[in-house]
């Protein structure tokens, strides 16, 4: 796939979060997007360094269920594209 | 041993995360002593109650659920309003104990307030039985804060609470010292630039915690950009400087300023919890986890989604039957009553045609709503209105809203009136302006009766496919509209869906029973005000002026005949085989002829024709605008106007055999019957919604906006059937 391949070789650190699947785990490296958004986001916890698992998709494979500081929290995959992630294995 | 009584009653704003538990403890502390209202200006729900505790009387605020205190959602600065203007004595922030971490976010922001704090370790069962011990007396210290463990749906720590409240406010607690929060040295040089701009002026200086307005400044905060601009001269000074400090914060962080704050925070969280907080890995099967597994499978997900949405209606309009037929006997006993004890004449019609009917026919749907907001109670309370709205929401953000507001869609299928009381579930004001405009266009089941008796006249076997696409229309126009005012009048910035799946819990019956009848009094007493001026009002337009004849139900006069009698008599004959009973129909038909004459010369009978060229390109009568006119209280009222005008008596249902034929008769052709259909589909949502609205907006703009485009949007889209029909041949 494109996506893979782009991420193969470029940054390691940038993969967005929609394109995890159920159960992987990874750790937020940037945020990106701006404004209410972005201030949301971090006030709800996702800043750099926190640790995210994937729990899983809707139904109609939107939004995303994600467990991020012992709780549970759901995003579009539109607004997961912004969070930029490393995998953690 | 009242040493320090305070003359006034001592305030307690209780703040929270949502899902925190903050609802609960609420209502354990003030029980029925509460009080619900709207803040000032916007349609965010304000919860006081008062509380009695050692020869003190408190006064307890509830401000709205809040995960920070910025200025981006309308809850937000409501509660920080309150907080900064209003100077409570102390602050109680309710914190759930099992998931510390982001909760205290809200935290640090109140100590940065300079507020008298006290953090409130609620669910601590819950921690606890996830492995979580937490060191609240070193919490405590590191946070310059008194803490205390509570149970909220145990009603436990409720006590302890109170008498940390009254040492506090008393000063007799230890714990309680101000502490800041190091944002590290470049930040904290920049914020001490601020601080000392503010204080050239020593007024404003002595009126706000600097440290806060400073550090709001620094995250571009509009609100408190907007206050200190109002400080004059110095106001001018410190935005000047906080401009500048931002622009080389930015260049050293390379991110904005609130961006770095927002870190530093967590960071120091994360810090205090490190010394705090021991999570010893119980490997206890997670069983909120399981059940959701279930709940929102991606093949389970949408069956079970149905079929509790199912259960819910089935309750509200089957069970809910039983009681309506009481009440609706009962309101029917009440007129008679009245009837029989006062002499006929104004006062008695004013009472029984007027007053009594109108608000009976409100007030008739009182079980539906307390078994709907049971219902939605119990989905809110055990937290699966969140996976509700988890599963639904890739449908409802098409026309641009939240998953949330499928619910209360839904709901219009019943009734619009609760169904735009259940929008108090949604978060941001935008959604829940946008879900109360769209909510009349789904057909309520009062509209039903009028459909079934249109269609089932003009479209025989068809009826059913008939009716169905008038569901569909409605449908497909809240779609339309939803997306139009989404993409026009609510433009601006969608706040990001980010929403908290709480764990599963099983709620209390108590907050269960105090959540439904919340929103159910609001019904009930608010309601009653404006039903009770719409129901007199239709009642004097349709009974003034007191016509020469007779009133109702005495004897006719039989010398007067009009062209609309004699054809009423010649139908009357032609269709009905002779009986020995037939004098006695010519004499119930002399009478309800009487009634017709009687409406057409009143001031809805003239209203009627004079908005009838109106409505002539839509093909409908005089007779038709009446109605039309008249479905304003409720729609089914339609029926029974069409059955007084049409002649078929007052009494008709939708079922009438000869209303159906008079209106066969009357030259109504099916393209027109379908016409009417669409209208009142359409028009103006009926008193009792009106009143809810303008109860939920808490405006009479968007009230009038709401009545006003349903209005323009039924004329057009009638205008289209019926111009359209004609033109390919249907009329």
Same mark, same amino acid.
């Given at each position: 796939m494109v996506g893979d391949l782009v991420h193969r070789f470029g940054d390691m650190l940038m993969i967005p979060l929609s394109e995890f699947r159920e159960g992987e785990r990874g750790v937020i490296t940037r945020l990106n997007g701006s404004g209410t958004f972005r201030k949301r986001l971090q006030e709800m916890g996702f800043i750099r360094g926190s640790e995210v698992f994937v729990e899983k998709y809707a139904p109609l494979r939107d939004p995303i269920e994600l467990v991020i500081k012992g709780y549970h929290v759901s995003l579009r995959v539109e607004e997961a594209a912004q969070i930029m992630m490393e995998r953690l294995e | 041993m009242r040493t320090r009584v305070k003359?006034?009653?001592? +305030?307690?704003?209780?703040?929270?995360?949502?899902?925190?538990?903050?609802?609960?403890?609420?209502?354990?502390?003030?029980?029925?002593?509460q009080h619900v209202g709207n803040w000032p200006g916007v349609t965010v729900e304000k919860k006081m109650g008062t509380v009695f505790h050692n020869g003190h009387r408190l006064q307890v605020v509830d401000l709205p659920g809040t995960y920070s205190l910025t200025a981006y959602s309308i809850e937000e600065i409501v509660a920080r309003r309150f907080l900064v203007d209003s100077k409570p004595d102390v602050v109680v922030d309710i914190v759930d104990a099992s998931n510390l971490e982001r909760n205290l976010y809200l935290a640090t922001q109140l100590i940065e307030m300079g507020v008298k704090l006290i953090l409130a370790l609620n669910m601590a069962d819950v921690a606890e039985a996830r492995g979580h011990e937490i060191d609240a007396e070193s919490l405590g210290t590191l946070l310059g804060v008194p803490v205390v463990f509570?149970?909220?749906?145990?009603?436990?720590?409720?006590?302890?609470?109170?008498?940390?409240?009254?040492?506090?406010?008393?000063?007799?607690? +230890?714990?309680?010292?101000?502490?800041?929060?190091?944002?590290?040295?470049?930040?904290?040089?920049?914020?001490?630039?601020?601080?000392?701009?503010?204080?050239?002026?020593?007024?404003?200086?002595?009126? &706000?915690?600097?440290?806060?307005?400073?550090?709001?400044?620094?995250?571009?905060?509009?609100?408190?950009?907007?206050?200190?601009?109002?400080?004059?001269?110095?106001?001018?000074?410190?935005?000047?400087?906080?401009?500048?400090?931002?622009?080389?914060?930015?260049?050293?962080?390379? !991110?904005?300023?609130?961006?770095?704050?927002?870190d530093q925070r967590y960071g120091f969280i994360g810090?205090?919890?490190?010394?705090?907080?021991?999570?010893?890995?119980?490997?206890?099967?997670?069983?909120?986890?399981?059940?959701?597994?279930?709940?929102?499978?991606?093949?389970?997900? &949408? #069956?079970?989604?149905?079929?509790?949405?199912? %259960?819910?209606?089935? @309750?509200?309009?089957?069970?809910?039957?039983? #009681?309506?037929?009481?009440?609706?006997? $009962? /309101?029917?006993?009440?007129?008679?009553?009245?009837? %029989?004890?006062?002499? %006929?004449?104004?006062?008695?019609?004013?009472?029984?045609?007027?007053?009594?009917? =109108?608000?009976?026919?409100?007030?008739? &749907?009182?079980?539906?709503? @307390?078994?709907?907001? &049971?219902?939605?109670?119990?989905?809110? !309370?055990?937290?699966?209105?969140?996976?509700? %709205?988890?599963?639904? !929401?890739? /449908?409802?953000?098409?026309? $641009?809203?939240?998953g949330k507001s499928f619910i209360p869609l839904l709901m219009g299928f019943g009734c619009n009136a609760p169904a735009i009381m259940a929008t108090r579930t949604l978060e941001s004001e935008r959604d829940r302006l946008l879900s109360i405009l769209i909510n009349p266009l789904i057909s309520c089941s009062a509209r039903l009766p009028v459909y079934i008796l249109l269609a089932g006249t003009f479209f025989g076997a068809s009826a059913g496919n008939v009716i169905f696409s008038i569901y569909a229309l409605g449908i497909a126009l809240a779609i339309t509209m939803g997306k139009l005012f989404s993409v026009t009048l609510f433009r601006g910035d969608i706040a990001p869906f980010v929403?908290?799946?709480?764990?599963?819990?099983? #709620?209390?019956?108590?907050?269960?029973?105090?959540?439904?009848? !919340?929103?159910?009094?609001?019904?009930?007493?608010?309601?009653? =005000?404006?039903?009770?001026?719409?129901?007199?009002?239709?009642?004097?337009?349709?009974? *003034?002026?007191?016509?020469?004849?007779?009133?109702?139900?005495?004897?006719?006069?039989?010398?007067?005949?009009?062209?609309?009698?004699?054809?009423?008599?010649?139908?009357?004959?032609?269709?009905?085989?002779?009986?020995?009973?037939?004098?006695?129909?010519?004499?119930?038909? @002399?009478?309800?002829?009487?009634?017709?004459?009687?409406?057409?010369?009143?001031?809805?009978?003239?209203?009627?024709?004079?908005?009838?060229?109106?409505?002539?390109?839509?093909? *409908?009568?005089?007779?038709?605008?009446?109605?039309? @006119?008249?479905? *304003?209280?409720a729609k089914e009222i339609v029926v029974s106007t069409l059955g007084v005008l049409y002649a078929a008596g007052a009494d008709v249902n939708e079922e009438s055999e000869a209303l159906r034929r008079s209106l066969r008769a009357s030259g109504m052709t099916p393209l027109g019957a379908y016409t009417l259909m669409a209208f009142v589909l359409i028009y103006i949502p009926c008193l009792a919604t009106v009143a809810v609205i303008r109860r939920e907006t808490n405006s009479w703009k968007w009230t009038g906006f709401s009545i006003g485009y349903s209005l323009v949007l039924a004329w057009m889209v009638s205008f289209l059937i019926y111009q359209g029909g004609r033109i390919i041949g249907l009329g």
């Open positions: - | 003359k006034e009653a001592i +305030t307690i704003a209780l703040t929270g995360n949502p899902n925190s538990g903050k609802t609960t403890i609420f209502n354990n502390l003030t029980g029925t002593r509570t149970i909220g749906t145990k009603n436990q720590g409720m006590k302890e609470l109170l008498d940390k409240v009254l040492e506090v406010v008393e000063d007799r607690d +230890t714990v309680s010292r101000h502490i800041h929060i190091s944002y590290g040295h470049e930040l904290e040089k920049e914020i001490k630039k601020i601080q000392d701009v503010i204080w050239r002026d020593p007024s404003v200086g002595e009126r &706000f915690s600097t440290r806060w307005l400073a550090v709001k400044l620094l995250e571009n905060d509009s609100a408190v950009q907007e206050r200190v601009r109002s400080f004059g001269e110095i106001g001018k000074q410190t935005l000047a400087q906080a401009e500048a400090s931002r622009e080389r914060l930015g260049e050293f962080y390379k !991110d904005d300023a609130e961006m770095v704050l927002t810090g205090a919890l490190k010394e705090v907080l021991k999570v010893s890995a119980k490997s206890k099967l997670d069983l909120s986890r399981q059940v959701d597994l279930f709940l929102t499978n991606r093949i389970l997900g &949408f #069956p079970v989604f149905i079929f509790f949405i199912w %259960a819910m209606f089935q @309750l509200t309009f089957t069970v809910g039957a039983y #009681p309506m037929e009481w009440i609706d006997a $009962g /309101v029917s006993w009440l007129g008679a009553v009245v009837s %029989a004890l006062l002499p %006929a004449g104004l006062l008695q019609d004013l009472l029984v045609d007027g007053i009594i009917a =109108g608000v009976g026919s409100v007030i008739i &749907f009182l079980p539906n709503i @307390l078994i709907l907001f &049971f219902c939605i109670a119990v989905f809110e !309370d055990t937290g699966y209105l969140a996976r509700a %709205a988890f599963i639904m !929401d890739r /449908v409802m953000h098409v026309i $641009g809203l939240h929403m908290e799946l709480p764990p599963y819990r099983a #709620p209390t019956l108590r907050s269960l029973l105090i959540h439904m009848w !919340d929103r159910s009094q609001i019904f009930l007493r608010k309601m009653s =005000g404006v039903i009770l001026v719409g129901s007199i009002l239709v009642w004097v337009l349709s009974s *003034f002026p007191r016509s020469p004849y007779l009133p109702r139900g005495q004897a006719v006069e039989r010398g007067t005949t009009s062209a609309t009698q004699e054809r009423l008599l010649t139908l009357a004959e032609s269709q009905q085989p002779v009986s020995p009973l037939m004098s006695e129909d010519n004499l119930k038909n @002399l009478d309800l002829n009487n009634e017709m004459t009687r409406l057409e010369g009143s001031f809805l009978g003239r209203l009627g024709h004079l908005v009838q060229p109106i409505f002539a390109p839509l093909g *409908f009568d005089w007779r038709t605008s009446v109605a039309v @006119l008249t479905g *304003f209280v």
